[in-house]
């Protein structure tokens, strides 16, 4: 594969400093302030949102991997989707890594949540790609392991036919204990359905959260990002989620 990485990086950069995109943080660092949450709408450059989508597109069709299982720490909730592994990304794709590592990226997130926003250390969990299609399939309710989750969108199915984030912010997660239903029975429930070409900012470490499920068989692709506080990288982090699903 040609190595486009070098090119696919300096345009990430110069995307990220420029002022449309710098002009958007205001508004974005007050969403995130008030709701955990933050969509920044054209995420990357249109050539960058289609060269991403077509290496994925190649990967989901030879090297990905179905799951159809319940998740014991958050409360064996389901997982039914179609998913690439990190190495698989890695290795097949030049937009995704560049995206990951992008220090630039990092300090507009930084701007966003006002603290330090760090990379993910161990790899599995950096970035991996999520697609729903069949009918039923759901990302069931969860927690990520790090802070925060940045979400690129690439398909997006209609409202009505599910593929929405759900979410309780501000709960703690006990892998031991994780009382999911109480949870969502107690609320409230915020739902979002972002755009195609847009990526949505999460504080994924202590929302409970899900993506809906659909209702019909349609196109639901995306990748998620992950990204460190410092006080993630203090102590032991558990892995045993990701563990069991890959
Ligand atoms: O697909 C989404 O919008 C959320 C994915 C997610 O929560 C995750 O991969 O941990
Ligand atoms: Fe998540």
Redesign the pocket.
């Known amino acids: 594969m040609r190595d486009f990485s070098a090119p696919v990086r300096e345009t990430v950069e110069h995307h990220v400093l420029a002022d449309e995109f710098q002009a958007a943080i205001p508004a974005l660092r007050q969403s995130y302030q008030q709701d955990d949450f933050a969509e920044i709408p054209s995420f990357m450059p249109d050539d960058v949102f289609r060269g991403a989508l077509g290496e994925l597109e190649g990967l989901f069709d030879g090297e990905s991997r179905r799951r159809d299982t319940r998740i014991e720490q958050s409360g064996g909730t389901p997982r039914r989707f179609t998913t690439l592994a990190r190495d698989v990304i890695a290795r097949g794709s030049t937009v995704i890594p560049a995206v990951f590592e992008s220090s630039t990226l990092r300090a507009a997130l930084e701007e966003i949540v006002d603290e330090k926003v760090l990379p993910v250390p161990y790899e599995p969990e950096q970035y991996?790609a999520?697609r729903l299609h069949e009918a039923g399939d759901v990302?069931g309710w969860?927690w990520?392991d790090y802070t925060w989750?940045l979400?690129w969108?690439f398909k997006m199915p209609d409202e009505d036919n599910g593929g929405s984030?759900e979410y309780v912010k501000d709960v703690p997660w006990d892998p031991e204990n994780p009382r999911v239903e109480e949870f969502v029975a107690a609320g409230p429930v915020i739902r979002r359905h972002?755009t195609v070409g847009s990526a949505?900012l999460?504080k994924?470490g202590t929302a409970l959260?899900?993506?809906s499920p659909l209702s019909y068989a349609a196109e639901?692709m995306?990748v998620?990002f992950s990204f460190a506080s410092v006080a993630d990288l203090d102590g032991d982090r558990g892995h045993e989620s990701i563990q069991a699903l890959f």
């Open positions: 991996i999520t990302h969860h990520d989750a979400v969108i984030l972002p949505y999460l994924a959260h899900r993506v639901r995306m998620c």
